[in-house]
C-alpha cells in the first residue's frame, strides 16, 4: 500500500470482514500519518473493542471524542465499550452525551429550509455521480444515503442509490430503494423499471412482468418499459 488513505480503507474492509487484527494493523498505519483523524482513532478502537482489548479501545475512542466533542458514534462506539467493562455509570454518560448530540441536530435539521436542504442534498448526488464515473461505487452509495437524510423524498436520488446498489451486485438492496420510491409516490416510473430488472435478474420473470406491465398501465408509450417487456420475448 501506497499511502494512508490505502490503510484506511484496508481497515475498514477488515471490520467489515471480521479480520479484526489486519484492521488493527492498517489503521495504526494509517494513524501514523494521522493522529488527529477522529474516524481513524474511532475506528482502531472498533477493532481493538471487537477483539476484547477493551482498555486499549477506550483509549481511542476518549481521542476520538476528545478532537471531535459531536462525533455520536464514537461516543456510542465509547459507551458500549466501557459498558463492556463494567463501567456502567461511564457508560451512561457518553451514551447521554450522544442523545443530547442527537437531539440537538434534530432541532437544527427541522430549521433548515427546504431549499437549503435541497441544495446540500442535490451536492452529495453530484460528489456521487463523480465516483459512479470512476467505479467507486461504495464512496457513491455513502454520499447518496448522506442526500437522503436531507430530501428522503427526492425520488431521482434514490432511484439513483437503487441502481449504484444494483451495479455493486446488491439487488435485495436496490429492491428495497425502489420499492420505497415506489411507496412513498406510487407511479414513478423509472423506480419501477429498475424493480422489474431485478426480479428479471433474479429469474423471476412473472413478477418483473407484472411490475412493468403496471408501469405500462401509467404510461403506455414509453418506450423504456416496451423495451424491457420485450426482453421476456427472448
Known amino acids: 500500500m501506497s499511502d494512508e488513505k490505502d490503510y484506511l480503507k484496508e481497515g475498514k474492509r477488515n471490520i467489515e470482514e471480521g479480520e479484526y487484527q489486519s484492521a488493527q494493523f492498517n489503521l495504526k498505519k494509517a494513524l501514523e500519518e494521522h493522529p488527529n483523524y477522529p474516524d481513524i482513532n474511532n475506528l482502531l478502537g472498533v477493532a481493538l473493542s471487537l477483539s476484547g482489548r477493551y482498555k486499549e479501545a477506550v483509549k481511542f475512542f476518549k481521542k476520538a471524542v476528545e478532537l471531535n466533542p459531536q462525533y455520536i458514534e ?3 462506539n465509547y459507551a458500549l465499550t ?39 442534498s442535490n451536492s452529495h448526488k453530484e460528489t456521487a455521480t463523480l ?66 430488472l431485478c426480479y428479471y435478474k433474479e429469474d423471476d420473470k412473472e413478477i418483473a412482468e407484472d411490475i412493468w406491465k403496471k408501469a405500462q398501465e401509467l404510461d403506455p408509450e414509453n418506450p423504456t418499459i416496451k423495451a424491457h417487456l420485450d426482453l421476456l420475448k427472448g
Open 131 to 196: 465516483y459512479v464515473s470512476i467505479g467507486r461505487f461504495d464512496e457513491a452509495v455513502e454520499e447518496l444515503r448522506k442526500a437522503l437524510i436531507f430530501a428522503p423524498n427526492f425520488h431521482d436520488i434514490r432511484t439513483l442509490l437503487g441502481k449504484v446498489l444494483m451495479e455493486k451486485g446488491d439487488l435485495e438492496g436496490a429492491k428495497a430503494e425502489f420499492k420505497e420510491v415506489l411507496r412513498r409516490s406510487g407511479d414513478y416510473i423509472p423506480a419501477a423499471v429498475k424493480l422489474g
Open 74 to 76: 464514537a461516543h456510542i
Open 82 to 120: 466501557l459498558n463492556q467493562m463494567g463501567k456502567l455509570e461511564e457508560a451512561n454518560n457518553e451514551f447521554e452525551k450522544a442523545e443530547s448530540i442527537e437531539t440537538e441536530r434534530e432541532s437544527e435539521f427541522e430549521k433548515l429550509e427546504f431549499s437549503v436542504r435541497a441544495r446540500i
